[in-house]
């Protein structure tokens, strides 16, 4: 439905294709106000989930708000990689999952009005509850290929800036893409999306991949962020899932020097 110019036209259109009666044309309210210009049709759409409620981080306000320094907070730190994209050119759609304890989220994220088109929903329980579900809420509102970011996931390190740009080129070639760091400890893998990633002819993929994995050994990685093309962004909510058959195996592994979960406070 996006970047389409609804007119009061197309409106009684959609109403005699489905049986409601109509008024004659000569009667129907002209409300030329209402037309705008089209939305820009976005070249990559992000979602954001910012519906989780952090009880594990264990402070009185959203995580993401976390103050990392004078005016900086986790969330600016997790969306740099995604402002990148922007200043390349790219004409960026932030789709933003919330909830109503999330309005403080949704206030600072007004400093980035210039910077993306922003699209808010909330979570839609009948998804769940979970990652799973506010993915699943904001797909309706994503076009082209997808990134997934997490608000308390920061990565890190000189070559982090232009690695997503680089995610988003390698799905044209594998469908699915991944920025990851290496990891071996087992209890940081049971956190985190758990991979194992392989070397050949010079490419990195992903061999495997879980959620959060009771037995980490063999996992030599996780993500921090994700990539799909627009026809295999359905299978989104699956990277996240449990029961379910994780589709990163074959993604392109692109590693940074680190990635931080800011779900859990720092000791």
């Given at each position: 439905?996006?970047?389409?110019r609804?007119g009061?036209?197309w409106?009684w259109?959609?109403?005699?294709?489905?049986?409601?009666?109509?008024p004659p044309s000569?009667?129907?309210p002209?409300?030329h106000?209402?037309?705008s210009?089209?939305?820009?049709?976005?070249?990559v759409?992000?979602?954001?989930?910012?519906?989780?409620?952090?009880?594990?981080?264990?402070?009185?306000?959203?995580?993401?708000?976390?103050?990392l320094?004078?005016?900086?907070?986790v969330?600016?730190?997790?969306?740099?990689?995604?402002?990148?994209l922007?200043?390349?050119?790219?004409?960026?759609?932030?789709?933003?999952?919330?909830?109503?304890?999330?309005?403080?989220?949704v206030?600072?994220?007004?400093?980035?009005?210039?910077?993306?088109?922003?699209?808010?929903?909330?979570?839609?329980?009948?998804?769940?509850?979970?990652?799973?579900?506010?993915?699943?809420?904001?797909l309706?509102?994503?076009?082209?290929?997808?990134?997934?970011?997490?608000?308390?996931?920061v990565?890190?390190g000189?070559?982090?800036?232009?690695?997503?740009?680089d995610?988003?080129?390698?799905?044209?070639?594998?469908?699915w893409?991944?920025?990851?760091?290496?990891?071996?400890?087992?209890?940081?893998?049971?956190?985190?999306?758990?991979?194992?990633?392989?070397?050949?002819e010079?490419?990195l993929t992903?061999?495997?991949?879980?959620?959060?994995?009771?037995?980490?050994?063999?996992?030599?990685a996780?993500?921090?962020?994700?990539a799909v093309?627009?026809?295999?962004?359905?299978?989104?909510?699956?990277?996240?899932?449990?029961?379910?058959?994780?589709?990163?195996?074959?993604?392109?592994a692109?590693?940074?020097?680190?990635?931080?979960?800011?779900?859990?406070p720092?000791?």
């Amino acid at each position: 439905m996006w970047g389409r110019r609804f007119g009061v036209g197309w409106l009684w259109a959609v109403c005699a294709r489905r049986g409601v009666q109509v008024p004659p044309s000569s009667t129907r309210p002209e409300c030329h106000s209402m037309q705008s210009s089209p939305t820009p049709v976005p070249d990559v759409s992000v979602i954001l989930p910012c519906a989780g409620h952090g009880t594990r981080f264990g402070s009185p306000y959203p995580k993401e708000l976390h103050c990392l320094a004078p005016g900086v907070t986790v969330l600016d730190r997790s969306l740099e990689a995604v402002v990148e994209l922007a200043k390349s050119g790219l004409n960026v759609r932030l789709v933003v999952v919330f909830g109503t304890h999330k309005l403080g989220t949704v206030s600072y994220l007004a400093r980035y009005a210039d910077t993306f088109q922003m699209v808010f929903v909330y979570q839609d329980e009948s998804f769940g509850p979970g990652l799973d579900g506010a993915i699943r809420s904001a797909l309706p509102m994503t076009q082209g290929p997808v990134v997934l970011v997490l608000p308390d996931i920061v990565v890190s390190g000189v070559d982090t800036p232009g690695r997503l740009l680089d995610a988003l080129r390698q799905v044209d070639v594998a469908g699915w893409s991944v920025v990851a760091a290496e990891e071996r400890d087992h209890d940081t893998l049971r956190q985190m999306g758990a991979l194992v990633v392989t070397e050949a002819e010079g490419v990195l993929t992903v061999g495997a991949a879980t959620d959060k994995p009771t037995d980490p050994s063999g996992f030599n990685a996780f993500w921090g962020m994700v990539a799909v093309t627009e026809s295999e962004a359905h299978k989104l909510p699956d990277v996240v899932g449990t029961g379910t058959t994780n589709p990163l195996a074959g993604a392109v592994a692109l590693m940074v020097e680190g990635i931080v979960n800011y779900n859990t406070p720092a000791c």
